[in-house]
């Protein structure tokens, strides 16, 4: 973990360790228990549907998602039930109290499962939990991500540099605390609960990236809305570790409007020789829906009405994030929708592909960098 300038080799993660030494090793973590860790910002966030937590976010995603489509979907599976055959009678709307009924329903059931759990409602029950990698170990109070710099705090990120989207207090709140050496165990979620995109792994200088291709899944409140969430997460992430990261400017969302991919490079390439170039595509369709392949046209009206669906504003939500079962038409959408937008920009990433080898071939920074073998093109792909 390079906020504490650690390393394990992952076949070793969850053997037990003490001052820095594998004292027993046990069998490696099976990829089910992995991909529940990566995925357990569904069992974290149920609290707070739950009324549980004290957040003062309003952001709709994810909770609404959650409450909206995941406790449907369990009404959908009771839906046989002989009290939802009994509709109210008089002048009241029976689909509005019906579905007020339903909401009601599921909520009292939901409650009765796990409001009262003890286990559920204990960060016990709803995390990973594996043995204590840095048990034993002295730590500094903060380990910099870039071992050439100091760390900075979200309070001392300057105000011009942080944009109007992302202004939550507890965006990263506690993320500089330590980990308790003592503990014998500790838990570990989905680091996508901070923000939704890995760019952490890849910042550190001593990696070189010029230029850096992303792929940002995350669900919007509508296919209208700004694309740029997690990025300027992201970006405000960079600037409290003093990382370089190009300036991301949500304006371009006005000037502009939705597109398949937006390109943000650094303002003074120059002197900024650090800072990668980011080619950043979204979930967008738009020109998928009258062409098949870039160039080609569709022609039948099969073709038109398989390209014609919306990704968020649909009302049954297929593409969810808390939808774990696709079709296979929703699949097929998805996949031949994000190869389309790529296949349609091809060119401005090797546009920027070519400019960076040329310009980096004569840099020092390429020299240095070369030792190690750094890589000029990295794939971030989030969900």
């Keep these: 973990m390079a906020k504490y300038g650690t390393f394990m080799t992952p076949n070793l993660f969850g053997s037990k360790f003490f001052m820095g030494t594998v004292v027993k090793k046990y069998k490696e973590n099976p990829l089910h228990f992995l991909m529940g860790i990566w995925g357990s910002a569904f069992a974290i966030l149920i609290n707070r549907v739950l009324g549980v937590s004290n957040s003062q976010n309003k952001g709709p995603t994810m909770e609404e998602e959650l409450e909206n489509i995941r ?69 500094n109070t903060c380990y910099p991500l870039s071992p050439f710099i100091g760390v900075s705090t979200q309070e001392s990120v300057e105000d011009d540099d942080v944009d109007t989207a992302v202004t939550d207090p507890n965006e990263f709140d506690r993320i500089l605390e330590p980990l308790d050496v003592k503990s014998k165990k500790i838990h570990v979620v989905d680091s996508g609960l901070t923000f939704n995109l890995p760019y952490p792994l890849i910042l550190r200088p001593q990696r070189g990236v010029d230029l850096i291709i992303s792929f940002d899944f995350s669900a919007r409140p509508s296919d209208s809305s700004p694309p740029f969430k997690e990025i300027l997460l992201a970006e405000k992430w960079a600037k409290m570790n003093n990382l370089p990261f190009p300036k991301i400017d949500p304006n371009v969302f006005d000037r502009e409007g939705l597109k398949e991919c937006y390109v943000f490079k650094p303002k003074n390439p120059a ?23 870039p160039g080609v046209p569709r022609e039948t009206q099969e073709e038109k009405d398989f390209a014609d669906f919306d990704i968020f504003d649909d009302p049954d939500s297929p593409f969810s994030t808390f939808n774990f079962q696709y079709s296979n038409e929703a699949f097929n959408r998805l996949h031949d929708l994000m190869e389309f937008n790529t296949l349609n920009n091809l060119d401005v990433c090797i546009i920027h592909k070519g400019i960076f080898r040329c310009s980096v071939e004569f840099s020092d920074l390429y020299i240095h ?5 750094s890589s000029i093109l990295i794939i971030v792909i989030n969900f």
């Design 71 to 139: 406790l449907r979907q369990i009404v959908s599976n009771d839906s046989d039930s002989d009290d939802e055959s009994q509709g109210p009678k008089g002048s009241e709307n029976p689909q509005s109290h019906e579905q007020t009924s339903q909401e009601s329903w599921v909520q009292r059931m939901f409650m009765a499962l796990v409001g009262d759990s003890a286990l559920f409602n204990t960060r016990e029950g709803r995390a990973g939990k594996v043995h204590n990698f840095m048990l034993g170990l002295n730590l």
């Design 271 to 293: 002197s900024e020789i650090d800072c990668p170039t980011i080619i950043h595509f979204v979930l967008a369709n738009i020109n998928f829906r009258n062409y098949k392949a």
């Design 369 to 373: 960098h070369l030792r190690v073998l």
